[in-house]
């Protein structure tokens, strides 16, 4: 609501320092061609849901604390538990992957046609400069899936956060939830077995050493992702990557200079390299200068200009689109650069600047997060370890 009561139109989002909205125009809600918000309605219904969902808990958790039983397992036995009782907390572990697997197909099903929750999600990739769109045939080949998860993290393979089309990220989701179902009925109706006993130790102090870790897996893991990815974050709504703005500067100055009769394929700058256009390492087209080094970003804007062989110097030359030019010159003035106290943009920028991209944002508050949790869950593995 704080942020839906500050939206300005004009405006895109990454430049009002939101961090939720984004999320929710990822979904397709309120999102127009482009990833122009054309309502901001849906940003209020949500706001509103969560705003009365936490005053049903905090009314719970005051009623609990206050009036309800000493012990539950009294009036309620099934909410009732003992921390070393193995079979229960293995049922406890079952039913929250049963919720969280029924989360995950609930996105899948709302991105999918031809169901009661359709809705579409925004697809950055979709022709003439991203939009709302249904994902007709969500990837369930095995192979590509897993693929992600056994890729390389390192260099151009980029492990999970590699993923560029919305048909392998909806896929992902309906694997992720079909596997968190099976393993939620298998906890709930089996028991532990002999090696488990032995191996976890069984306390309070130690399901939360667990849960440390796991949420701190889950933040580094999206730190490098919105760091790294455009198609799961789409840029018009959390900012330009870094290659992605240092691409965009390029291409803006190509687009300028050609304008003024520069012939971009052959012109050499001050290396003797090419000043504009030059070869990658594995003899692609790629722009020249100090954006050389994120030669392989891919990114909607600039993906029509290539051809089999790197970019094409004939598409370059005759079929740049005046929304790339736009795009390109809004994302080279916006990277994801800058510090806490908000002092952003790069050295060369007057001091007007004041932009902090929520790139930056959601990367180092999630990489604190996932580090910090990662030092608890030592803390108290070894405390509970110690105790065992």
Not at 331 to 349: D, I, R
Request: proline share 6%.
């Amino acid at each position: 609501l704080f942020e839906v009561s500050h939206f300005i139109p004009e405006k895109p989002l990454y430049e009002q320092g939101f961090i939720l909205i984004p999320h929710l125009a990822t979904l397709g809600w309120g999102v127009g061609p482009g990833g122009e918000i054309i309502n901001t309605y849906p940003y209020f219904v949500v706001g509103v849901v969560h705003l009365v969902s936490s005053a049903v808990l905090g009314f719970g958790g005051i009623y609990h604390s206050l009036i309800g039983p000493d012990t539950l397992e009294e009036s309620f036995p099934f909410f009732g538990y003992d921390w070393r009782d193995k079979n229960k907390m293995t049922s406890i572990l079952g039913i929250h992957l049963i919720f969280l697997g029924l989360g995950s197909l609930l996105f899948a099903f709302r991105a999918m046609p031809g169901n009661l929750f359709s809705y579409g999600l925004y697809d950055t990739w979709a022709p003439g400069g991203g939009d709302v769109r249904f994902i007709d045939n969500p990837t369930i080949n095995p192979f590509i899936i897993f693929g992600y998860v056994f890729k390389s993290p390192f260099g151009g393979d980029g492990w999970i956060a590699s993923i560029d089309n919305m048909e392998d990220l909806v896929g992902g989701h309906i694997w992720v939830g079909a596997l968190c179902l099976f393993g939620g009925v298998f906890h709930i109706v089996t028991k532990p077995f002999a090696w488990a006993r032995r191996a976890f130790v069984w306390s309070g102090e130690a399901y939360l050493s667990y849960s440390l870790a796991a949420l701190s897996l889950m933040g580094l893991t999206a730190s490098i992702f919105v760091w790294y990815n455009n198609t799961a974050y789409p840029s018009e709504f959390f900012g330009p990557t870094g290659p992605e703005a240092s691409q965009a500067q390029a291409f803006t100055f190509l687009v300028r200079d050609q304008r003024l009769g520069a012939n971009v394929a052959s012109a050499q700058g001050p290396t003797g390299l090419g000043k504009y256009l030059m070869r990658s390492p594995s003899g692609e087209i790629i722009f020249g200068g100090e954006t050389m080094r994120f030669w392989d970003l891919r990114a909607p804007w600039v993906e029509p200009l290539r051809g089999p062989n790197g970019l094409d110097i004939n598409k370059i030359r005759n079929d740049i689109q005046p929304w790339q030019e736009r795009r390109a010159a809004e994302y080279m003035t916006h990277a994801p650069l800058g510090s806490l106290n908000s002092v952003g943009g790069v050295a060369t920028e007057i001091n007007s600047v004041n932009y902090v991209s929520p790139r930056s944002w959601l990367t180092t508050s999630h990489f604190f997060l996932g580090f910090f949790l990662l030092v608890g869950h030592w803390w108290h593995s070894g405390r509970a370890r110690a105790a065992a």
